[in-house]
């Protein structure tokens, strides 16, 4: 029908009226229309037509995630094959409230048809969900109450917030009342950034709400490694973010936000020079690293300390990236592959130089 | 004492013979801007001197600067006299690229949306220097040729009567003890090569913190040399254009006491940062304010210094709001800031200079479009056969301007 | 496995949770000084080197700046 906004539904044993908790080990159950909530739904919204519900166990789920969300998928590619009109603009799941296997099942099954099929997703959950840890960056959910007394609103909230991701808007947690997925999204102000910091000074100073546009995080940390007991006997590896490589950037590293890091031997060198490397780091003035690299790979002092004595073995691989406007979640995932390696190749301390 | 601002609204600009303004139309003489500037310096290799108006498929890449032509014409103070103005134009220098950071502007398509000089007709200078210029001469001679062609401009348009003559005042103490005093703390980089600033002439390296009268930014008295990243270069244009200074006199005596302005480094050295902020703190405190607004240049390193004004500022119970952009990741999931402090809890964000827009081929280009991939927000693969480009707002010129010239934000979805 | 830091910014090096630090000379140069002779250089760079073999041999329980 023209107009109307096609919705499948995904919903557990029980909202589907197939059962509790003996019920939980259902496999995926295909429904035409609503079931359930779905009624409610179809209610709320006119413009809205559940064509289909989905019913699986939330054991099932809980024991085959991956494989119970790429079932669905291939369920929902027989129905709609089978009959066009099937074709959903939408997907709904849950709500799954405060419950953690209700919760996983509906982040997974949104999370598929968003990559499979490329349609819009929507559920909700309570904030305490434990899904929303998994979830939460790549979904759009509603925030709902704890239980199934907030049903209602939830599926109020969840008509409304896929109604805007159909007509492809943006949401905005603060009014959309979805939890944020601790995303920065950019968007064009009424007003220029320098209007609005003073504006923000005026109501700090005037004891009013700041409403800062960026809060400030806590960093995560990592506990401490064990020392080396004598690092005369030792395997030391060097990596650095200050974009030291081979001269001509063989690997092409990007001089900002890298997309990756490289892997270059140190054989045969004693030291590096303006000849044999060079910084392709976009963030400072490379002048001085490009005359001598070894201000920041500090390749001739270590060579130094090993034939001394004072440093057991340099490993002849070094890592470089380029720290410029790299995130930070790139950075450690970098940060893990490389320890992997050098761990595997039993390195044992390492010195990482940055500018 | 007074700054008067004698303003001509450009409505067009045109090539041709004789220079000048006449009914709005300013007209530049292409050989004429050449001849002066390649004589001046011998540097230089060639100047291709063209416009680039707003709405045209025109893509202008490795711009080292953008300019307004604005020429002191009487006054031996800074901050008060004379001074001619062109708006709604500017001078742009590109050319070959020094290093990594110099940006992109497009006249139309996505990309116009995210730097404000897509909206007014731009003098164009595309330059290139000798070979065995070594890359500080050719940082150097980019700056003072585009300084030099804006300042030209300027004078040739001295015999005609202005549209506006606009008086900056700005007494301080100010009378209204009711009022909010604040001050204003003026960031600026001074890191080398491609990422120094100049203040009143001098390398910003020397001589700062200090304090000094707000309207100088109107005179060209801070000049850019800074490059990185093109998102978040204070062009001289954006400083000579300064819109927390614009507004922060237009409220004077109105909203709020604006009591002074102190202008800031940001070096390389830990010792010197800290110096700096201490210093830059005590100067704010000295103008017995109740609060300042922070801006900022950069990103990364910078943070540091501006977390370390801020909580300066706090400590020295002054109240402090900050201006800043995020390099939050592809698709903003990242931490936004390498540095924080607790006390930063009046932020405002001017963007995710992290995300990627996708630039349509352009007819005309200024500059050695080639050299996007080696941009800062640009990658190996930025450049299509098709001359189309998949950039980060890293790389376009003014995208995420931390004077808070521009509208761009950025909040948590 | 245990990592020492060499950087010139320490309160970012802090920021984002390195646990063993050491001050270097200037962004542009964390291991140089280009105002120095080049013999000088050498030793300020093997210094700060030493710094990070030490650190790496200490046993810390949290964050620490080793300068």
């Known amino acids: 029908m023209p107009g109307k906004i096609r919705v499948i539904h995904y919903i557990n044993q029980f909202f589907g009226g197939l059962g509790g908790e003996e019920k939980g080990s259902l496999a995926p159950q295909w429904f035409i229309g609503p079931r359930g909530p779905g009624s409610l739904i179809q209610q709320l919204a006119p413009e809205i037509e559940v064509v289909g519900t989905i019913v699986v166990g939330d054991n099932y789920m809980a024991e085959h995630l991956d494989e119970g969300a790429a079932k669905i ?84 909230g969840m008509v409304r917030v896929g109604r805007k991701l159909v007509a492809g808007e943006d949401i905005d947690p ?50 401490p490694a064990a020392p080396v007991a004598d690092m005369g006997s030792a395997t030391l590896a060097l990596v650095t973010s200050g974009g030291i490589v081979p001269r001509g950037n063989p690997d092409r590293i990007e001089s900002a936000n890298a997309s990756k890091y490289g892997e270059y031997s140190l054989e045969g060198l004693d030291r590096l020079s303006a000849d044999s490397h060079q910084s392709v780091h976009g963030g400072y003035d490379t002048t001085y690293a490009n005359e001598d690299p070894n201000r920041v790979l500090p390749l001739d002092v270590v060579r130094d300390l090993v034939r001394e004595g004072r440093i057991g073995r340099l490993h002849e691989t070094y890592f470089a990236t380029v720290g410029n406007a790299t995130s930070v979640k790139r950075a450690e995932a970098y940060g893990r592959e490389i320890a992997a390696k050098l761990v595997n190749v039993g390195v044992q301390a390492v010195i990482l130089t940055s500018t | 004492m007074t700054l008067t601002l004698q303003r001509h609204a450009v409505q067009t600009v045109q090539l041709g013979d004789t220079p000048g303004i006449a009914d709005g139309t300013l007209t530049v003489d292409a050989e004429a801007v050449r001849d002066h500037l390649m004589s001046r310096d011998e540097r230089l290799a060639d100047i291709r001197v063209g416009l680039a108006l707003p709405g045209e498929a025109t893509r202008i890449v490795c711009v080292k600067d953008v300019m307004q032509p604005r020429l002191k014409t ?98 301080t103490p100010n009378a209204d003890p009711d009022l909010p005093r604040i001050a204003y703390v003026y960031m600026v980089l001074s890191q080398g090569l491609l990422h120094d600033n100049y203040v009143l002439g001098r390398n910003a390296k020397d001589g700062l913190p200090i304090t000094a009268d707000p309207r100088i930014a109107f ?17 001289t244009f954006h400083h000579q254009n300064n ?59 910078p943070d540091s210094d501006l977390m370390m004004l801020v909580r300066g500022l706090e400590q020295a119970g002054i109240k402090a709001s900050a201006i800043t952009d995020e390099f939050a990741g ?84 | 496995m245990p990592t020492a830091h060499i950087c010139s910014i320490v309160p970012i090096s802090k920021t984002v949770g390195a646990n063993r630090i050491v001050p270097s000379v200037a962004i542009p140069h964390p291991l140089g000084d280009p105002e120095k002779s080049p013999e000088e250089e050498t030793q300020i760079r093997r210094g700060l080197v030493e710094k990070a073999l030490t650190a790496l041999e200490t046993e810390i329980a949290e964050q620490r700046v080793f300068d």
């Open chain 1, 73 to 156: 998928i291939a369920l929902l590619e027989t129905e709609i094959a089978r009959d066009k009109g099937l074709r959903p603009n939408l997907v709904m799941a849950g709500p799954a409230f405060a419950a953690g296997r209700y919760g996983m099942s509906c982040g997974a099954v949104c999370q598929s048809v968003q990559e499979t099929f490329g349609i819009p997703a929507v559920t909700a959950m309570h904030p305490d969900n434990p899904a929303l840890d998994i979830y939460r960056q790549a979904l759009t959910v509603v925030r709902a109450e704890a239980d199934v007394m907030g049903m209602r609103a939830a599926l109020e």
């Open chain 2, 243 to 301: 819109p927390l200074i614009a507004e922060l006199l237009r409220g004077h005596g109105a909203n709020w006491d604006f009591a002074g302005m102190v202008i800031s480094n940001a070096s390389t050295r830990l010792s010197q940062k800290q110096r700096a902020a201490e210093a830059a703190v005590k100067l704010v405190a000295d103008l017995k304010v109740d609060g300042a607004i922070v801006s900022k240049e950069g990103f990364g390193n």
């Open chain 2, 74 to 171: 009487a006054g031996a103070e800074p901050g008060s006299g004379t001074v001619r103005v062109l708006d709604n134009v500017a001078v742009v220098t590109c050319g070959p690229i020094v290093a990594f950071q110099e940006g992109v502007i497009d006249m139309s398509g996505p990309g116009a949306d995210y730097t404000p000089f897509s909206r007014m007709p731009l003098v164009v200078l595309e330059t290139a220097v000798g070979a065995g210029v070594s890359r500080q001469d050719h940082e150097e001679a980019l700056r003072s040729t585009g300084l030099e062609a804006a300042a030209f401009i300027a004078r040739s348009c001295i015999e005609a009567e202005p549209d506006a003559i606009e008086t900056v005042a700005w007494e």
């Open chain 2, 330 to 413: 592809i698709e903003g999931e990242s931490q936004s800031l390498a540095d924080v402090t607790p006390e930063a809890d009046a932020t405002v964000s001017v963007g995710n200079a992290n995300e990627r827009v996708q630039l349509p081929a352009m007819a005309t280009t200024f500059g050695p479009l080639p050299d996007v991939v080696r941009l800062a927000g640009g990658y190996p693969y930025s450049l299509r056969e098709d001359g189309s480009l998949e950039v980060e707002l890293q790389a376009i010129i003014g995208s995420t301007n931390q004077l808070g010239f521009s509208r761009l934000s950025c909040r948590e979805v």
């Open chain 1, 174 to 223: 603060q009014t959309d009342g979805t939890i944020p997925r601790g995303l920065r999204q950019n968007y064009f102000a009424e007003t220029t950034g320098a209007e609005r910091a003073i504006e923000m000074l005026m109501r700090k100073l005037r004891g009013e709400e700041i409403g800062t546009e960026y809060p400030m995080p806590v960093f995560s940390r990592v506990p």
């Open chain 2, 219 to 235: 005179e060209t008295a801070i000049v850019s040399g800074n490059c990185v990243s093109a998102c978040d270069k204070n062009t």
